[in-house]
Nanobody
Framework: QVQLVESGGGLVQAGDSLRLSCGISDRPFARHALAWFRQAPAKEREFVVAMKWDGSSVYYGDSMEGRFTISLDPAKNVLYLRMNNLEPGAAAVYYC??????????????????????WGQGTRVTVSS
């Protein structure tokens, strides 16, 4: 069973950048997707960005491209989320997730939380104005 552990959250000021990390306990199976979601207080979980394990495709949530970048260090089994020019609206608990996808799954599947079987505990990001 894959275990995910996020780190790197904290309090930042508006306009700052921040990089979150997600340690993956074991190399996921082929065709697994890796993703970041976020959940703000009193809001539903929101898709941020996802990638195929081999990095061949990246999918962004609405209005996420340009401010969020996903990357993977396969040697360390660590997934990253780079966040630039943070706004107070970005404050949330950020979760990394992993799940199996078929070759026919596209952007809608990658953006669907129910497609991901493994989740981290989350790391909180607070943005002060």
């Amino acid at each position: 069973q894959v275990q995910l552990v996020e780190s790197g959250g904290g309090l930042v000021q508006a306009g700052d950048s921040l990089r979150l990390s997600c340690g993956i306990s074991d190399r996921p199976f082929a065709r697994h997707a890796l993703a970041w979601f976020r959940q703000a207080p009193a809001k539903e979980r929101e898709f941020v960005v996802a990638m195929k394990w081999d990095g061949s495709s990246v999918y962004y949530g609405d209005s996420m491209e340009g401010r969020f970048t996903i990357s993977l260090d396969p040697a360390k089994n660590v997934l990253y989320l780079r966040m630039n020019n943070l706004e107070p609206g970005a404050a949330a608990v950020y979760y990394c997730a992993s799940g199996a996808m078929s070759p026919f799954d596209g952007s809608v599947s990658y953006a669907t939380a129910a497609k991901y079987s493994y989740w981290g505990q989350g790391t909180r990001v607070t943005v002060s104005s």
